[in-house]
Nanobody, 127 residues
């Protein structure tokens, strides 16, 4: 059974930092590209960042470039999202997702490409 479990969300003041984690079980983690998405109240789910199966390639949405860093530890079956200089507009539920890489070192920004999702972790940025 495939499971993705996010953690690390919480309440933080604007300008602060948080690190999200996503632990994957039930599949060979190194064979899957991974992504972070978020959904704010009243808005559609949007792409945040993606990382290729080996971690060699990353991609970011424009609003988070230079502030967020995606990474992964294939030995620990874990992906991370380091979020710095948080803004009020970063408030959302953050989801991790996985996609079979099929041997390709690619990143993916389309949510439809991912086949398994976590339950989400709430990030709230206050002023």
């Amino acid at each position: 059974q495939v499971q993705l479990v996010e953690s690390g969300g919480g309440l933080v003041q604007a300008g602060g930092s948080l690190r999200l984690s996503c632990v994957v079980s039930g599949r060979t983690f190194r064979n899957y590209a991974m992504g972070w998405f978020r959904q704010a109240p009243g808005k559609e789910r949007e792409f945040v960042a993606s990382i290729s199966a080996s971690g060699a390639f990353t991609d970011y949405a424009d609003p988070v470039k230079g502030r967020f860093t995606i990474s992964r530890d294939n030995a620990r079956n874990t992906m991370y999202l380091q979020m710095n200089s948080l803004k009020l507009e970063d408030t959302a539920v953050y989801y991790c997702a996985s996609k079979p890489a099929y041997g390709y070192e690619s990143t993916w920004s389309a949510s439809q490409a991912y086949d398994y999702w976590g339950q989400g972790t709430q990030v709230t940025v206050s002023s």
